[in-house]
């Protein structure tokens, strides 16, 4: 799962990329894509490994990718804006960073000092990028389409999406909502489309305004969170240890990092199901309304194809059992069969035979 990291110049994405992934910041600023694998911090999994004490401790995790931002202001703004989405259309989804501090030092996009307003406008953005590709890919289709080409069937189905999608793109609804069956899912998704993609709002506030932060929802936003960029940055280049009594001073109850990790994890539906053992602890992301049979294919398709049973155990009743034999003999194990949903925290040992 990947998420990209876009905003108005200057609202401090890569400040934000450095406060998560721990990488120091490049001082030069020099405006380049980058990416980090970040790992998702789960108390399960740290009971886990202290029972265990596995080999092996492997955690989910996430990518993100710090995308500079473009002015849309200058007159080749909004051509570049699109060049930087090829990147963004790769994604799972988009964290939205807006600036919210003062500081006289740094240049105010626009003049302003707005979250509210960068966010209507990035939005807006992104439909005009949308519409920007249903409009070449109808011309495209209207053009194969006069054809008797064994494909014709197919792509005037997919024409009559993309008018669709053009009518909502039109009215400022994102393509997601002219989507009406799986067919039509699949081409949106090859497509990438950019207000398909979940959007997570973060509010860059100033260090004083971090009790109050000026909060706002926005109705494209699956989640919106408020931090303070750059001081979760420096306290992120700490010693470990060190870090709790700063942010508590601050009055940051979790950091940047395990927050805005667990609102991309809720808000692209995602869930960890957990293994473990004595060569490894390990958590798995699928996504919710996952079945165990599924699940089973994640780690390999021969428990998928040879699946039996899941033995699953709530991580809440092992913790509570104290172990794995507790757990048992209190009758928290399950036996659970292919179509058993998978719920977030599950234990499973797939039992299985090829
Ligand atoms: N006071 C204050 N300054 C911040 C904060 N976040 C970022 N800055 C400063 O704002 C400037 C821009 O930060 P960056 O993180 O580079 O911003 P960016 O969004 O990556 O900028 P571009 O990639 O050029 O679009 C830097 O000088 C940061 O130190 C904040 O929360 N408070
Ligand atoms: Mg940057």
Redesign the pocket.
Known sequence: MKFA?I????????????AITGQA?DPS?A?AERLATVLVPDDRLDFLAALYKPKKYTPAHLEFV?????SLAEPNGPKEFRRTMDTVRRCDGIVM?V?A???D??VKYRNRIDPKADVDELHAELIFADLEQVVARIEKLEKSTQKPTKTRDAELRELAFMRRAHEALEKESPVASAIHNDEERGIATSFGFLTQKPVIVVI????GDIAKPPFFTHEHARATTAL??????EISQLDEKDRPAFLADLGITEPARTRLIRTCYDAVGLISFLTCGEDEVRAWTIAKGTTAVDAAGKIHSDIQRGFIRAETVAFVDLKAAGDMRGAKSANKVRLEPKHYVVQDGDIINFRFNV
């Open positions: 990291i905003g108005p110049p200057q609202s401090g994405k890569s400040t934000l990329f450095a910041i600023h405006p710090d995308i500079p931002g473009v960073v600036r501090f003062e500081s030092s740094v860059n506030v100033g260090e303070a960029a750059e001081i979760e940055a």
